[in-house]
């Protein structure tokens, strides 16, 4: 019953470095979604994936990239790590219609220094 | 531009007293509006999903209800146990596209704090 999982849990990255966050979802839902999380904001969307081999812009998607992978897995790079980039990132997913929930996953802790 | 403010922005009871959260928002047109919870450290699990024809609608303990007139909805917890001390968060999805995602927007949420 594994939902949406993340890996890593938590990361730590120097300026400049690069990493890939990884999600996958075991719910057979086609679309899937990255969001970061700062204090105090409500979750921004970064990019979203509506079906396998697709992908769109969210509200804040420069420093980022995603691939589709195929239906089970959704990436989100960082090519060169900022501090601005500090957050909590969240992958969720969801059947694809409009009135169905999100599953979300445990997010990631990501601390640039 | 579509906002959603949620209030208060933190709110202490104490364990066994009800409480109400309000979402209103400005987004337009509207499709749904959806409620979740994030316990610390977590991310945020459904409550409750509610189209613009549902005025009220249950999930044990928890109700809310949503007036599409006004642009205003509410979560109502009964009976509050230390579990329900969490943020919640009020999201507002519009009219437009087939995910729920590319046209939402997210309220910055309520901590709530349940203490014995």
């Known amino acids: 019953n594994a939902g949406v999982t993340q890996t890593p849990k938590f990361q730590v990255l120097k300026t400049g470095q690069s990493m890939t966050l990884q999600c996958a979802q075991d719910m057979n839902h086609n679309s899937m979604y990255w969001y970061r999380q700062d204090p105090g904001m409500g979750l921004r969307l970064i990019y979203y994936s509506a079906s396998e081999g697709t992908t769109d812009k969210g509200e804040v998607p420069n420093g980022y990239n995603v691939s589709r992978l195929n239906k089970r897995e959704f990436s989100l790079r960082l090519e060169s790590a900022a501090p601005s980039q500090t957050s909590v990132y969240f992958c969720?997913?969801?059947?694809?219609?409009?009135?169905?929930?999100?599953?979300f996953g445990q997010g990631t802790r990501l601390t640039v220094v | 531009k579509n906002q959603v403010e949620q209030s208060p922005q933190s709110l202490i009871i104490l364990e066994g007293k009800n409480c109400t959260l309000q979402c209103n928002y400005t987004v337009s047109p509207f499709s749904n509006l959806r409620w979740y919870k994030q316990d610390t450290g977590r991310g945020p699990v459904s409550l409750t999903i509610m189209t613009f024809s549902e005025n009220t609608k249950s999930n044990g303990r928890y109700t809310a209800t949503l007036d599409a007139d006004t642009k205003q909805s509410s979560l109502h917890i009964t009976a509050s146990q230390l579990s329900d001390s969490a943020s919640y968060i009020c999201v507002v999805r519009a009219w437009g596209g087939n995910t729920n995602a590319g046209k939402s927007t997210f309220g910055d949420g309520t901590t709530l704090t349940v203490k014995p």
């Open positions: 969720a997913s969801s059947e694809g219609t409009r009135n169905t929930e999100a599953f």
